[in-house]
């Protein structure tokens, strides 16, 4: 189905974003002022403020919601005029700042109070005074006093989120000294050494102090590393040193971030603000802009293999996107992926993307070929710092995660955060309610139910999460096997406690990871419902939900059978455990899911112990980032990609993995 942008933006087919086809820079100015012209309808009567349409509430006012409007914006639009490429609607921003920085103007923006969403806005606006001219001449001496007191003085004496908040107040520091306004050093230089504090080694910070584990797209492409580089090429030469210091950790950095992309370019989503789309790629045009080396295996032509091969994830962000312009997720619309900070403007975030029309056309991001030599890369890495175990085995790109949670109350975090498995090839799903399976939608998760399976508890914050290895290389040979493993204990409830242990794919058994689960409940029983990814319910070419699976009848359907919401008694919608549940749908794939604990039976998890049963959960729709309707093969203990030929979506369900000694021994601990 061809999307539409709706006719309030003036289009009545296709977006005209869509229709780009990117194939150089001038490709990419194109699909840059795609986003921006829909803007100009929107713009108030002194063009301060943009109104995107969407009737969306958020945390903050509106008039901060509106300035996020103009604001956001900005970062294309800065990058684009860096480097030399040209706006009909400049004009627009210019006396918009203007108007919005003039106490005296019907628009004013308002002083920023302490925490205040103006000076997440202020990061962009900032950045455009540093690198186009126009924003800072256009101004006279009272226009410039209005933003040296707007951008500087007020949040330079204002309390600040301890996040990566911080690089914003930096930014608009920068952008003043850039133009010789009034600053504050010492403020910069308070702000950027307590950033450092955050640093966790081998090139990851932290979104915030000790006690936060929160390593996800803030800690590259959305703000610490992105805002890094822009400063190492901003500040370089008044600050070498520090200069040098924040390339050295891209550099280390890039050789994990790499494994966040799949062969085809597309991004893993995982945690927060998936709505801010293709910002993702950011980080990568950031290594071009500030003219940093990547060592091997990546070196790809100074970050282009990785960067050009996502700019057309970029236009397929856009081929998928539903009708409304305020979109929040990833591909689909549902409000209930949404943060409590995603106002209608929000997506414009993504316009970091375009960092890359920053850099000059003869640098070798836009000269040199394409070039990510998967071959050098390791199918599978551990990863340290954030907690994750990544994989390219089974046709798609896949990480295991543990122990990172956000530091505050949002929208589905146990799901954008707690899942023990994310992929470019499947998105997560978040509940669209809080009433059984069916609307939990538990995507990669383990639920715990102890009132009959009405309310689930799934794992958000672990006691303890950590990347250990298992195996031994005892003769120093290198050839004994050594597999890194994720293992984290947590609480559902406060006399429950589960350690799960997560363990990669391997080369004979490339489309399987293993999850292993011990719950102690201090004497009450619980339900358990372990899901497997979610994938597309819909059977082509009638659009009907899938069947009972038929090889013989194009290879597409689920097993055992799907049942209908709410009603799950009946005998031919269950399996045991060892048969597993499954589902297959053309053009995205299959998943499912199998019990191996009663491999042996002499063992204290053996046949019998669980007692837990295959079955299918028809998520409620719109709770998946990919798909409106999903189906989610789920294990459930009660107490007594498109590239893929659809001829090979099941080649590996008959060959699951053995389960090691190592971890035969810990289940019966």
Known sequence: MEPTIGLVLGYDAVHPFAKVKITDRASVQELLRTLLDPLEPFFSPLKSRVRCPGATAVRFDQTASEIEGICRPLWGLACLLAGGGEYRGTEWWVQGIKAGTDPE???????????????????PFGYALAVAPVFWQSLNGKERGNVEAWLGNSINEKNMPNTNWLWFRVFANLGLKKNGGKFSQDRLDSDIEHLNTFYRGDGWSNDGPEGIHQMDYYSSSFAIHFLQLLYAKLAGDEEPERAEEFKKRAQMAALDLIHYFDDEGRAIPFGRSVGYRFAMISFWGALAYAGVELPAPPNMGNGKGDSASTSEVVADAARYMESEWNSHNWVFVPKYMAENYNSPGSPYWACLGFICLAVPPEHPFWTSEEELPRDAIPKIKGLKHPGHIVSYLGGH???????????????????????????????????PGLLTLEQYALASQLGLSDDGGEYWKTRRASEYAGLETRGTDDDGSG???????????????????????????????????????????????????????AIRNRREPDGRYLDLYDAGKGGEGTFPKIIGNYDLNTPEGWAACREGAFAVSLGAGAVGIKALEDVDADTDAGKGKV??????????????????????????????????????????????????????????A
Not at 105 to 123: L, S
Not at 398 to 422: D, E, I, R, V
Not at 498 to 508: D, S
Request: charged fraction near 20%; glycine fraction near 8%; hydrophobic fraction near 35%.
């Open 105 to 123: 103007n019907p628009e004013f923006w308002g002083y920023p109070r302490d925490n205040d969403q103006r000076m997440v806005e202020m990061c």
């Open 397 to 431: 790109c896949m990480l295991l995660s543990s122990g990172q949670a956000c530091g505050y109350p949002m929208k589905g975090t146990h799901a954008k955060y707690g899942a023990f498995a994310y992929s470019s090839a499947y998105g997560y799903s978040v509940p």
């Open 479 to 533: 050839n004994n096997e050594i597999t890194p493993v994720l293992v984290s204990i947590w609480k559902p409830f406060r006399d429950v406690t589960v350690r799960t242990t997560l363990v990669p794919p391997a080369e004979a058994t490339p489309n399987w990871h293993l999850r292993a689960h011990r719950v102690e409940a201090a004497g009450r029983e619980v339900m358990t419902a372990d899901g497997s990814f």
């Open 611 to 668: 007692g837990r049963s295959a079955m299918l959960v028809n998520a409620d729709p719109n709770s998946n980032l990919l798909e409106s309707r999903t189906v989610i093969p789920t294990l459930q203990h009660t107490p007594s990609g498109e590239g893929v030929p659809k001829e090979s979506y099941l080649d590996g369900w008959d060959k699951v993995p053995e389960i090691p000694e190592w971890l035969k021994e810990e289940m019966k």
